[in-house]
């Protein structure tokens, strides 16, 4: 059986955006809007509706569990993002028919992981990582494990 996995990642459901959800999860979850915690501040505007992220904003906010080395090669690697990924809608949810597990970050600076809870309440199951939003560069190793154990169990 495959498995979907989402890491620190928005749960939608059908007709739901990014922002909708994380509203919507966020008031139910009684945290200020967006958690708290947002990187649209360090959105830098670009051509043809897309936006780039603050090198410093990045650092504290995506990869604040990472070496320095790590972090210096995630930011050379950013890049412009269309504004509408933020506002685009799925029409169908695999989540709603495929086991899902939900991997929350409770060291996520971009995210608040209560709003990652509630993500994961919308999955089949969930477990928790001390690390930050980009455990697949911090520690690659839980990743690796979960992916493997994952397909050991379908195997």
């Not at 059986?1 to 007709?15: C, E, K, P, T, W």
């Not at 320095?68 to 685009?88: C, S």
């Not at 995210?111 to 455990?135: I, M, N, Q, Y």
Request: glycine share 8%; hydrophobic share 40%.
């Amino acid at each position: 059986m495959r498995n979907l996995v989402y890491i620190a990642a928005f749960v939608l459901d059908a007709g739901e955006s990014c922002v909708s959800a994380a509203d919507k999860l966020s008031h139910e979850a009684g945290l200020p809007r967006e958690g708290g915690r947002t990187l649209v501040d360090g959105y830098m505007p670009g051509p043809k509706h897309t936006v780039t992220l603050d090198p410093m904003v990045a650092r504290a906010c995506l990869y604040n569990d990472c070496d320095a080395d790590t972090v210096a090669w995630a930011i050379a690697h950013l890049g412009p993002h269309p504004l509408a990924n933020l506002q685009g809608v799925p029409t169908t949810v695999a989540w709603r028919t495929k086991p899902s597990i939900y991997v929350v970050c409770t060291d996520d600076l971009a995210v608040h992981p209560d709003l990652e809870r509630a993500f994961a309440g919308r999955c089949t199951s969930s477990v928790e990582w001390p690390t930050s939003h980009s455990p697949f560069l911090s520690r690659p190793e839980l990743v690796a494990g979960l992916l493997g154990e994952l397909a050991t169990a379908s195997a």
